[in-house]
């Protein structure tokens, strides 16, 4: 297997969780410019990462990759403790964490550049707003728990992710104390270490 990853990017979760499994595999980093070659174009079209590579099979999208891995490694435990209830909750806070958290980001990355002003201004306290909301959520279900869902999965490691990505943006995390131990946990953990070391953000 091979994943490409570009440092920090939500693809980091793919990275961290790989690592968990132990399964011999290649981490290719890219930057932003290699995701618009055309040898990376051929890929993913997007021009975005992650990326998954099998072989001649090809894979794209965080959560279909978070889920691959999850059922091709079931000895890792990564997909819920058995159950078709425990598969749904990790599915549940997976779906929170990449439709819900993942894009209230897009203002504080630039996105709404183009409004200029006060209407970006606006547009990035809103979003720093929502996802205080979001990360609240994520404290009160992680109260009682080491993980949340309980046990180690696959959402883990992308939950981690987006929380740097809310300390580096300036988003308000005071108060959740249940996120902050996650976040130390998750920072001394030695397969989230490697990765943190091969993209070169440790």
Known sequence: MKLYTSPGACSLADHIALQWIGAPFEAQIVSRADRKQPEFLALN?????PVLQSGDWV???NAAILNYLADKFPDAGLGGDGTPEGRAEVNRWL???NADVHPAFHPLFGSNAALGGDADAQSKELAKQKLRGYFE???AQLAGKDWLTGSRSIVDPYLFVVTQWAKKTGVDL???DNLAAFDARMAADPGVQAALKAEGLL
């Open 45 to 49: 079209p997007a021009g975005a990462v």
């Open 59 to 61: 894979l794209t999208q």
């Open 95 to 97: 779906a929170f964490v």
């Open 137 to 139: 959520r994520a404290d």
């Open 174 to 176: 005071s108060g959740f």
